[in-house]
């Protein structure tokens, strides 16, 4: 039998087993959603080439284990018949993940969905010196953890009272857990530097009173293995996707261009210091 | 009974219950009045004033007034919609 290449394999998606021969097949998942007919070839595999199991990912990701190198070709034909790729390992963009958003969700401020979609299209297994993760989650009430990602997406709302549809009724005072709001009977006060932009106003107000302009709050270089580090916002809330995307491409191009081998996105600006790529986000995010 | 100058049809007392069975029996109570008509309903200061508005707005019914009744709980105003 040839020499397996487990490199390639390994960036295929499938993860070497401490059983020899036998791999647990990583797939791609976008966003934590899968269809039907997904799951069906998923399943079929999974009894078929497999032990008739899946393993669910810390990242929303779906494994079948026990697939067995000589089963390799036939397992990806199988999947492909239902719409399923296999997805990746090793140094390069990993699972966009994504709680279900605004679509769903009555907390969410941003369609975190099609933003993973976009996203996974944009960067899904771009080769780069260590791993590099993406999350998406749709409000502050952070189901998807943003913050833990080497770039994490949060939705957020800039805010704004409207006085002639306010009914003076108080919701919004008790609403807002940050102590930003006043509601004086007549009149309705935004203290702007206690506001995190959760959008709770405006999801709460029943006469529409506060409008919320919905938007990214972006955080850079999380990290939630060996190491723990909170990624850090440095920039507003970012309104368009356009900006969105020349601030991501900009911290992806940084990473690129300067970590080395095997070293994580916080590393690499621990060792350089922070002001060079604060000063290039900055730059990407007011071009 | 009349609060602020309202007309209240029926009350009820959630302050008994925590989350999330303090929207449960808000809306329990909502769905016994006819449309229209006025629940005023009693819940503590904290996590069931910063909640239940919203849940009731999600729901459609029409949010009037929210009285601090100044010993740590509030009245929610509330006039029910149709179903």
């Not at chain 1, 020349?246 to 191009?253: E, L, P, Y």
Request: a negative charge; hydrophobic letters at 35%.
């Amino acid at each position: 039998m040839a020499q397996i290449d487990y490199g390639a394999l390994k960036k295929g998606g499938f993860m070497r087993q401490k059983q020899k021969g036998y791999f647990s097949l990583r797939l791609q998942v976008v966003g934590g959603n899968l269809t039907a007919e997904n799951i069906k070839a998923i399943a079929e595999v999974a009894e078929t080439y497999g032990k008739g199991y899946v393993h669910m990912t810390s990242r929303q990701g779906v494994e079948i284990p026990f697939i067995h190198v000589e089963d390799i070709e036939a397992v990806k034909a199988k999947l492909a018949e239902g719409g399923v790729k296999p997805g990746v390992c090793g140094p390069r963009v990993r699972t966009v993940t994504a709680c279900q958003g605004s679509d769903i969700c009555p907390s969410g401020c941003i369609d975190t969905y099609s933003l993973a979609k976009e996203l996974d299209q944009r960067y899904f297994g771009r080769e780069l010196p260590h791993k590099f993760k993406f999350g998406v989650t749709g409000c502050q009430n952070n189901c998807l953890k943003a913050e833990e990602n080497d770039v994490g997406i949060k939705g957020g709302m800039e805010v704004s009272w409207v006085a002639d549809k306010c009914i003076h009724c108080g919701v919004c005072e008790k609403a807002c857990r940050e102590d930003a709001i006043r509601c004086t009977g007549t009149e309705v006060l935004l203290t702007k530097d206690k506001c995190t932009q959760c959008g709770r106003c405006v999801k709460s107000c029943p006469t529409d009173a506060w409008e919320g302009k919905g938007g990214y709050l972006v955080s850079f270089g999380g990290l939630f293995g060996n190491k723990i580090y909170k990624g850090e916002q440095i920039l507003p809330l970012i309104h368009d996707k356009e900006t969105l995307f020349r601030v991501t491409d900009a911290a992806i191009s940084y990473f690129q261009e300067n970590a080395n081998a095997g070293e994580r996105f916080r590393l690499t600006l621990q060792r350089l210091g922070e002001e060079k790529f604060r000063e290039k986000i900055r730059a990407a995010y007011e071009e | 009974m009349e609060l602020a100058g309202i007309k209240i049809d029926e009350t009820v007392d959630i302050t008994d219950k925590v989350c999330p069975l303090t929207f449960v029996k808000a809306k329990v109570a909502l769905e016994e009045l006819e449309e229209g008509e006025i629940l005023a309903i009693r819940m503590n200061d904290g996590e069931p004033v910063q909640n239940v508005p919203r849940s009731i707005k999600e729901e459609g019914h029409q949010i009037l007034k929210l009285l601090d009744n100044s010993d740590g709980t509030y009245y929610l105003i509330v006039r029910k919609a149709e179903d």
